[in-house]
């Protein structure tokens, strides 16, 4: 007779516990226990209970261990961590878990050790990889908002989620108590209520006026001069859209006379000499506006100049609301009156707005991350190198973009009822902004060159961005190349190309025209492809989600909504004209609550870098993890020492401000 000790780690979540009967059974090469009842007592969060299953002889190398969980009383779920099992020889094997058991089924765990499919030697282990990807793909099935968006989960609602990919119990109660405290702050007001205009712009402050930050503060006092309204293209929340220009579009008719340059400059020589810039929100162009509290919305898709002055100051100098140029669309400047050239600024806040919260964070960020999440459960069993890799980086991101389906972008959403963008426009904006992502849009490096970006002054997005990408891509190798120590190692590897092959069909459907692998050939353009996802599912999200409230709360730098058509001719209009245009009282108090939500970082907040749950058990790749957070210290640090001496601080890409996924 042998023993084996086993030490069996629970959650710390308060909700982990379970009071139901645990069995568990050792698989190994050479035999397999009997199936062991564990628990005489309730199973405690945080708790790391030692058993012992005897044994009529050895297992040899252990394989798997079986979980199963019996209800006797109350249905309940348990989250166990892992397993330890130290054998009679003295070994210790480790089984990763971290996922809950709620039903009462025989649950099949591996040992730590990452393996590919063709590394597996016993038929039990092969067996029982193939069973567990059997599995998921019924728990992980696609299902299609939009025929032209990237395909989600499918699940009825929140409850319709496997187990894993749900909130904590904390999560839940805390993201709950945010959005009642935020909406019932307004509410006290009356101010949900109230579907009248703004007197002044000064009344909009009163708006959850106890919830402040310093730039909302800094914002709210600036955001009518020039120089913070070029800042926001660079370092504000949506600084992907603006790109060098140097040659005008053809619907863009702006002259050497109509634009003003300080020291006798001309408009052509600074299109040769790299110093004009251009937003273009094409993609809003003839979408139908929706309709907010039965008034008829506005919609403009504009096109923005800018210009780089001598003191590195980006500067607006010319401003057209829609795409055709003709007499009733005037090219809006500097040297306007205050009011038309504030009017035309404001509708291009708007068009950002849209620009922003349904492409540049819906979509190239929440979409793609639940399409990379889907794939990653549907193919890659637990033992893949890979999804010990990734799976950190999808916690969280299925249940918030079943959330935000219904809650943001449905019919009964905040969107869909107070937004212009709401609406039919939703979808066909965002089947626009789809069809014109490319992979290289998505790669930040790549991103920077397309839009000839790399020397303009001041772009701090861009600094810190590259620099967390390049440390990424270094550990994110350093991982790969341990696996995979050649190019074969990859084409040999079904699992792996069944998985990036499901994300090119069903996460970019199928656009051959993007750039998007189909599948890997090389370890370098899997390192790539690993370092987009997990850039996109941290940092990316963090640049255009954690200023939300700064740059959105106050109102008019970020309007939801237009209630006025734009100006037709120049002199037309007045501080009474913007107040009319501007969003009501009532839709004020949903942005403003809904933008500072988004904004709070959650209690079980995990940094990028952080990697709590033990899914790697080798020593190489826990050692480069280890690595991989102190470079990101450093980055911390050396972000943190710049933004002292800075007006307007750039923190969205602070790594201990980045969250590890989407969770919010």
């Known amino acids: 007779m042998v023993s084996y000790e086993l030490t069996v780690y629970t959650g710390k979540e308060a909700s982990a516990i379970t009071v139901n009967s645990i069995y568990i059974k050792l698989v190994g090469t050479k035999g397999e226990s009997d199936r062991k009842w564990l628990n005489i007592l309730p199973i405690f969060w945080g708790s790391e209970v030692t058993y012992c299953v005897d044994c009529e002889h050895t297992l040899g190398q ?7 969980k019996r209800t006797w009383f109350l249905s309940d779920a348990w989250l166990p961590e892992k397993v330890e099992i130290t054998t009679p020889e003295g070994d210790v094997y480790t089984f990763p878990v971290y996922c809950w058991i709620s039903d009462s089924e025989t649950h099949r765990f591996r040992e730590g050790k990452a393996l590919k499919i063709y590394e597996e030697e016993n038929p039990l282990g092969l067996y029982a990889r193939k069973q567990e990807l059997l599995q998921r793909r019924k728990e992980y099935r696609w299902d299609e908002y939009d025929s032209r968006l990237p395909r989600t989960i499918k699940a009825d609602g929140v409850g319709g989620l496997p187990d894993k990919n749900k909130f904590s119990w904390t999560k839940t109660i805390q993201f709950y108590i945010t959005g009642f405290y935020g909406k019932i702050g307004n509410c006290l007001k009356k101010l949900t209520e109230n579907r009248n205009n703004w007197k002044n712009l000064d009344e909009i402050h009163n708006v959850l006026s106890c919830r402040t930050s310093n730039l909302y503060d800094y914002i709210r006092q600036h955001w009518k001069e020039d120089d913070f309204f070029g800042y926001q293209y660079l370092n504000g929340i949506n600084p992907i859209l603006i790109r060098r220009c140097k040659t005008l579009p053809p619907n863009f008719p702006v002259t050497d006379d109509m634009v003003f340059f300080p020291e006798g400059l ?16 094409k993609n809003l162009d003839g979408l139908p506006a929706n309709t907010v509290l039965g008034k008829q919305q506005y919609l403009t898709a504009p096109l923005v100049l800018f210009h780089k002055r001598p003191d590195d100051k980006l500067m607006p100098i010319a401003i057209q609301l829609k795409q055709t140029p003709g007499e009733d669309n005037p090219i809006f400047l500097p040297t306007d009156s205050t009011h038309d050239w504030l009017t035309a600024k404001i509708f291009v806040r708007n068009a950002d707005f849209t620009e922003l919260q349904l492409n540049t964070h819906l979509l190239r960020t929440h979409l ?5 999440a889907v794939s990653l459960q549907r193919n890659l069993p637990m033992v893949h190198p890979l999804y010990k890799l990734l799976i950190p980086h999808t916690r969280y991101t299925l249940q918030i973009n079943t959330i935000g389906r219904g809650g943001l972008i449905g019919p009964t959403g905040l969107v869909a009822l107070n937004a ?4 039919k426009a939703t979808t066909q904006f965002m089947a626009k902004s789809m069809s014109d992502i490319t992979y290289t849009s998505l790669c930040i490096p790549d991103d920077i060159n397309e839009r000839d970006m790399h020397d303009v002054p001041n772009y701090y997005y861009r600094d810190d961005g590259l620099k967390i990408w390049y440390t990424m891509y270094k550990f994110v190798q350093g991982v790969l190349e341990y696996y995979y120590k050649c190019d074969d190692d990859v084409l040999g590897d079904s699992e792996l190309q069944t998985y990036i092959g499901d994300i090119f069909k069903n996460g970019f459907l199928s656009n051959t025209e993007g750039g998007f692998p189909q599948s890997f050939t090389t370890v370098t353009e899997m390192v790539k492809f690993v370092t987009m996802v997990m850039f996109t599912c941290s940092c990316q999200h963090a640049a255009v989600n954690n200023g939300m409230f700064d740059y959105a709360g106050w109102m008019p730098n970020l309007p939801p909504t237009m209630q006025c058509p734009p100006p037709t001719e120049k002199g037309t209009t007045t501080e009474a004209t913007i107040l009319a245009t501007l969003p009501p009282v009532c839709v004020t108090a949903e942005s403003k609550t809904t933008v500072w939500l988004l904004s709070r970082p959650p209690s079980d907040f ?5 990697y709590p749950e033990d899914h790697f058990t080798e020593e190489t790749p826990r050692q480069l993890q280890r690595k991989f957070k102190v470079e990101l ?5 050396d972000f943190k020492m710049r933004n002292m001496d800075m007006e307007i601080p750039y923190t969205y890409l602070i790594p201990n401000s980045v969250e590890n996924s989407i969770t919010i």
Not at 63 to 68: G, K, M, Y
Not at 420 to 423: L, Q
Not at 633 to 637: G, N, R, S, Y
């Open 606 to 610: 995990v940094t990028l870098g952080h």
């Open 420 to 423: 212009g963008s709401g609406g």
């Open 633 to 637: 210290e450093v980055l911390t640090t």
């Open 266 to 281: 001309k408009l052509s020589n600074e299109l040769g000499q790299g110093n004009i810039y251009l937003c273009d929100y």
């Open 368 to 372: 793609l991350a639940e399409a990379f």
């Open 62 to 68: 252990l394989i798997l261990i079986e979980v199963d």
